[in-house]
């Protein structure tokens, strides 16, 4: 008997991520989300919406506006045998819980000798793109992929937004997903035959030979048509999803990098600090003579994320840089 | 503000030799002047320039290598104040033009008198360490690794990456014109002839190079010379020796012609795909005295008149062989003739120049048995034979090309 090939579907990265949920919930008594307005509003991206009605109260339950308060609920559920899914309503307002996730997700396991686990997963909102001004568009994951003990995941395809989640919810770890803003509405096919991901690689989106581009979150659409575009041009990007910021997947950059001899990285966040900076020196540390010219970064401007579309629009990271960028580190050949 | 690089001479020139500059800082240039003489392994070239203004800078010192595209000079439009930069000394780097005051600055140039040279200072001595040069030039880590594995300094190479960084490709090239430079020694200083092991090397590079990328196919047609031979001895007889014409000027003539309506012979084979000549600029294969053979252009073929070609013709052979040919003979023919003359074999079947397309060979014009209207007759013939590169033409149009130039060639009248 033949059996029956199923179709890929068409979703949202937004549908995505609720399937995750919806998936977590069902197979996972222990499973439950938790987080501002995430029950009876749907989730201030929709991300939710629906699941109060199908999970009920116990498991989709809304909180107080108290980040620090239900974060470290979150911890003590996972530390307790739970496998908590927190939300934050975006990666600003997780400033507030910064304690609670430095000083207790992280060194539990550390301070207890390994006793106790933290098998907490927070996901939250990160980027810039939609008007929200400078309190709800900056992009934090690269402070957080600064801490040992943290595992820091940033979907940027539909299928890593459908899939990631489970794998954090298995890990023991305290996992944050960041799920950019810009991306919710973006569409993709999805394989039915991919019935998870890992979250512990980068990935080559796009092979070339000329530069590498590692970028990741809502930067890798940008990189994949600037390369669209430069490949008209007879330079051929290699793009490179880093999809985990933390622990960085050096085997797949190094392996690209060594290849191209030429790197530039797309960030979302600011330069000073930054998560490129930070794969800036490791490649220089580690792959100084294999580099046939400098390493480019492309980030944000450094300033709030203003709110005036154009202004914003020049705060980040645009397809046309990359091309520019690309085209002078290449050279005309 | 405009650069003049260094001319591509020839499919397989990575980088020339500035012999010598012809013009200054300051000199005024229009379009057509030779500003330089570039040495190429395939001799000395006389360098035209295609812009009009003044010369600004010298970039390259006289007996500098410079890789293709490498700049040579700096061009200001005429009608500005220019900025004049002297020229380097032999070999010293570009940017250094203060009078040195400082350690690490350009070495004093050998002719310039210099009063601390009876008694090195440290800086002297710090320079002879550490040339300038190598304080100014970016080598790319990966470039600086390749060098070291090919035995090459890269402090001495022109830069083509970002900043001008040299690049591993610089130092893979460098490497690359260094082993054909050991293959022979030469005079620093050449003539403006050719030196034939040289020209050897360079024709044994250019052929294999054929060979080896280029599938050819070769046709043949006959041609009854009867009617250009007989309308060229009428024109002839009333010309005095120096403006009579040669039957080249009408097989090139012919040519240019039938280029015209199958043009796909006219061009290149790049990057994988065809690119048509940008005008009917025919190379004419000249045989070298002393050895060797040289096909550079005559331009826009098919717009002279015949006198115009048979001078232009004259011109080109003398200056071939005598070594003063321009850069832009070089660079551009896009389909080349090779006419074995009258003491030539029957016919040639040719090997393409590289990345032209097609090449056109005409034998020896000789008077053989003939059939016109069922009669055996005595006839002038001539074998044209073409060879051309099957990625870009097929046999089909290669019988067009080869049957219009026949044709052509029936109503000299007309060429």
Redesign the interface.
Known sequence: MNSPVAKPVRMSYREACRQAIRDALTNDPRTFLMGEDVGLYGGCYAVTKGLLDEFGPSRIRDTPLAESAFVGAGIGAAVAGMRPIVEIMTCNFSLLALDQILNNATSIAHMSGGQFAVPLVIRMATGAGRQLAAQHSHSLEGWYAHIPGLKVLAPGTVEDARHMLGSALADPNPVLIFEHIVLYNAEDELDPAVASVDIGSAKIRRPGRDVSVLTYGNSLPKALAAAETLAKEGIEAEVVDLRVLRPLDNATIFESVTRTRRCIIVDEGWKSGSISAEIAARLSEDLFFELDGPIRRICSREVPIPYSRHMEEAALPQTSAIIETARILVGSR | MSDFLMPSLGADMERGKLVEWLVKPGSEVKKGDVIAIVETHKGAFEVDIFEEGVISELCAGEGQEVPVGGVLARLMPSNSVPAIVPPPGPMAPTAVVKAPEVALAAPPSPGAPSASAKSPTVAQKVSSISPASRARAKV??????RAAELEIDPYTLKG???YG?V??ADVERASASQVSREASARPTRPGRGFDPLQMRQAIAAAMSRSKREIPHYYLTTTIDMGPSLSWLETFNTERPPDQRLLPATLFLKATALALREVPQFNGFWE?GRFRPGSGIHIGWAVSLRGGGLIAPAVHDVDTMTLSELMSALRDLVARARGGGLRSSEMTNPSFTVTSLGERGADSVIGVIYPPQVATLGFGRIAVRPWVIDDKVTARPIVVSSLAADHRASDGHAGGLFLAAVDRLLQEPVKL
């Open positions: 790319t880590p990966a470039a600086g690794r083509t990456g970002i960084s690049t591993i990057n």
